[in-house]
């Protein structure tokens, strides 16, 4: 039942975030608006005990609602053509870069956090 | 005897097939890669595309046909994107103490990706239109698609680009972090994971809830950041 409840506030808040996104013409998609939307509404308590257990669930199996558009990705393979290999260079290395900077950058300024705690 | 052609012809043509299918594969790649102690190779998302996109192949059922059932599961991306507030919340006193730290790492981080994407396509001769549909990739895929239309690129390469840069990250961060000496405490794991969310979005988010509950929640964070930011800042300077 709570479960349930969950999936019905999830789905209301993206529903709402798809309707805010297009009537204030938002540049995001609707279910980020949505997540904001969540965001203020898990306050309150109802939403919170209904949310917690439906989003638990969902998110353990982020992965698995990756897997149909990535089948469909497979087909275009084709299409990177002879640009194949300097492409598959490129998400690579662009991709380390992305992590590398990131994860030292938070990690950087997340110590300096903890100076400041003590 | 039943003729099994014309049974197969009838299964792989409702959308029972597509579903099921998707959902049985998914379910024996994650009891792999669970025996195989969460290896990054053994990523269930890629071992499940491989294997369906095989099956597809060789079964010769069109694309369409297949998406037909797995648009139910498909379907479910939305609510699991609103779904990332909850871990969001059970945190919030301290990622509003840390918000304008987070907010220059993504920032920063999301341009570190796209920029060094762009250079790197740009110094090898890759083609403009290609080139344009490679920025918008660490944003998730139905985002990078509407992106790379708005700034001139191509749709269904912005979504491939943004699947492989997804599993790049979730196959390579660990040893990419072990590398780097990125440290396993708490604020450790809010790094490596805002990390991921940052530059593999989804995919890359799915793997650190998979690893870490802390690493988990900076991964959706930056998830959500990068959406954010890249809607808003791409097409402003492309």
């Given amino acids: 039942m709570q479960t349930l409840t969950g999936l019905a506030w999830l789905l209301g808040l993206q529903a709402a975030g798809e309707l805010l996104a297009r009537a204030l013409r938002l540049p995001f998609p609707g279910p980020v608006v949505g997540m904001l939307l969540l965001l203020v509404a898990l306050n309150a308590g109802v939403v919170r005990a209904a949310v917690a257990a439906c989003a638990d669930f969902l998110l353990a199996h982020l992965s698995l609602l990756f897997v149909p558009v990535a089948v469909g990705v497979m087909s275009y393979l084709p299409l990177l053509g002879v640009?194949?290999?300097?492409?598959?260079?490129v998400l690579v290395l662009s991709t380390w870069i992305g992590l590398a900077v990131t994860a030292l950058l938070v990690r950087h300024l997340m110590g300096k956090d903890d100076a400041e705690l003590r | 005897m039943p003729n099994f052609v014309e049974l197969w012809v009838y299964l792989s043509a409702t959308p029972l097939f597509?579903?099921?299918?998707?959902?049985?594969?998914?379910?024996?790649?994650?009891?792999?890669?669970?025996?195989?102690?969460?290896?990054?190779?053994?990523?269930?998302v890629l071992w499940s595309v491989l294997v369906l996109a095989a099956g597809l192949t060789l079964g010769g059922v069109a694309y369409p046909t297949y998406f037909a059932g797995a648009q139910f599961i498909h379907f479910l991306l939305g609510p699991a994107v609103v779904a990332l507030a909850w871990p969001l919340w059970q945190r919030r006193a301290l990622v509003r103490k840390r918000w304008w730290k987070l907010l220059v790492a993504a920032l920063v981080?999301?341009?570190?990706?796209?920029?060094?994407?762009?250079?790197?396509?740009?110094?090898?001769?890759?083609?403009?239109?290609?080139?344009?549909?490679?920025?918008?990739?660490?944003a998730t895929a139905p985002v990078a698609m509407g992106i790379a239309e708005k700034i001139g690129g191509v749709p269904a390469l912005a979504a491939v680009f943004a699947i492989l840069t997804g599993l790049v990250g979730a196959?390579?961060?660990?040893?990419?972090?072990?590398?780097l000496r990125v440290d396993t405490t708490t604020l450790g794991w809010e790094a490596r994971g805002f990390a991921l969310g940052t530059a593999s979005h989804g995919i890359g988010?799915?793997?650190?809830?998979?690893?870490?509950?802390?690493?988990?929640?900076?991964?959706?964070?930056?998830?959500?950041?990068?959406v954010i930011l890249q809607s808003l800042l791409i097409p402003l300077l492309f």
């Fill in chain 2, 109 to 138: 981080g999301g341009l570190a990706a796209s920029g060094s994407a762009v250079a790197l396509a740009w110094a090898l001769g890759i083609p403009r239109d290609i080139l344009l549909s490679l920025v918008p990739k660490s």
């Fill in chain 2, 171 to 179: 196959m390579s961060a660990k040893y990419l972090y072990a590398v």
């Fill in chain 2, 18 to 44: 597509g579903l099921t299918a998707t959902l049985l594969v998914y379910l024996v790649a994650l009891q792999a890669y669970l025996r195989l102690g969460r290896a990054p190779w053994a990523n269930p």
């Fill in chain 1, 83 to 89: 640009f194949g290999g300097r492409l598959a260079l």
């Fill in chain 2, 205 to 226: 988010a799915a793997r650190a809830l998979q690893v870490n509950a802390d690493a988990g929640a900076y991964a959706g964070i930056a998830l959500s950041a990068q």
